[in-house]
């Protein structure tokens, strides 16, 4: 696409170039703590339905923008889009999170599972990408996503959320053979979606961990890590993704720090459990940073808020190659208004850092 990047703050603090203050966007921005997106989505009649219209994916995904001064805009969808399109039957019940009418659990299931066809099965995912980097008309990068195999493998297997996915980690013990099969096409299925939201238009790429850290060290690098790395690998060495930069976001991984920085991965995200400091010494200047507020902080009051972001900024320091982000996703019940504190402070005091 040939429009011109008019905020590139993001990309290059991926790259870890010097910027004149520290870019900022925030996990689930745009999200049921914005009274619009609320309204869009009682429009659309459910999540599914929101997510599933190219049209109202691209509003709610440029919503946050309006009030916002972003750095970013990240693609509105699902984490199981890809389980979804292998024809499990996601649903999400009122208050109970996501569902899977059929899950997978033997190898009769695992065998019947196959790469979706990105431009089939998926392409209201590529037809909102397509939609959101046409409107936003260069004013900030566009980030596209997915879910990591193991995270994605969590959900299949168990049929629903849960606090420790038993099921899956049973199958990894008793039949690993079957775990790295299920991983493995996972891996493929992730590569692909990426690649396709790479040439849609994407301009970053992130892959959500959102398990990893339910692992133990020797399973985390066996079922979580090794299978991130494949896909790092294989979007560098692709055409249309291989220019741009990948974060990666192990929730709970903190201690992992330096094994995904080996990944060839541009940055990690780090959750709020991790001094900053601590994990740039961890990956030794090697990627970016990105995080790592609590998102709980948000609920506190204004005061609070800029105080606890420039101690964030100061964990960090002067150096490049820092997004400041929330350590996990932005929760319902916080006020727009504070997000605005929270954005504004982190500009503010950046520039600061900077000498601006």
């Known amino acids: 696409m040939s429009d011109v990047l008019k905020n590139d703050r993001f990309l290059r603090a991926l790259r870890r170039e010097p910027t004149d203050t520290t870019p900022i966007w925030v996990m689930r921005q745009a999200g049921r703590y914005l ?7 009682a429009r659309a009649g459910s999540f599914m339905a929101l997510a599933q219209n190219p049209e109202l994916a691209c509003e709610v ?21 890809i389980p979804d399109a292998m024809g499990l039957g996601l649903s999400f019940a009122h208050g109970e999170g996501p569902q899977f009418a059929h899950p997978v659990r033997n190898q009769a299931d695992i065998d019947k599972l196959g790469v979706p066809d990105m431009e089939d099965e998926l392409r209201y995912v590529m ?7 046409q409107e936003l008309h260069g004013r900030v990068p566009l980030i596209g996503f997915s879910g990591s195999p193991w995270t994605l493998a969590c959900y299949m297997v168990e049929g629903q959320g849960s606090r420790d996915f038993a099921t899956l980690k049973a199958m990894c013990w008793n039949a690993p053979k079957l ?4 991983l493995d096409t996972l891996a493929q299925s992730v590569t692909a979606y990426l690649i396709a939201q790479a ?14 850290g339910l692992l133990g060290p020797a399973a985390f690098h066996e079922f979580s890590l090794r299978y991130m790395t494949q896909v790092v690998a294989a979007l560098k060495a692709d055409p249309h993704a291989g220019e741009l930069p990948v974060i990666l976001f192990s929730k709970g991984a903190g201690q992992h720090l330096a094994s995904m920085a080996d990944t060839g991965c541009a940055g990690l995200g780090v959750d709020w459990t991790i001094d900053l400091a601590d994990a740039r010494k961890a990956v030794a200047g090697r990627v970016a940073l990105q995080g790592n507020l609590d998102p709980a902080v948000l609920r506190s009051n204004p005061d609070t808020i800029r105080r606890e972001a420039r101690a964030v900024l100061d964990s960090y320091g002067d150096h490049p190659g820092h997004v400041f982000n929330l350590g996990h996703g932005i929760t319902p019940e916080v006020d727009p208004e504070h997000v605005k504190v929270l954005v504004d402070e982190v500009h503010a005091y950046g520039r600061t850092l900077r000498g601006n």
């Open 35 to 41: 009274p619009e997106y609320r309204a869009t989505r």
């Open 61 to 81: 995904t440029l919503q946050p923008l309006e009030r916002f001064d972003l750095d970013a805009a990240i693609l509105f969808s699902d984490i199981l889009t």
């Open 127 to 133: 037809d909102a990408v397509r939609l959101i980097r």
């Open 179 to 182: 775990a790295h099969q299920l």
């Open 199 to 212: 040439a849609a238009g994407a301009q970053a790429l992130m892959v959500f961990d959102t398990w990893g």
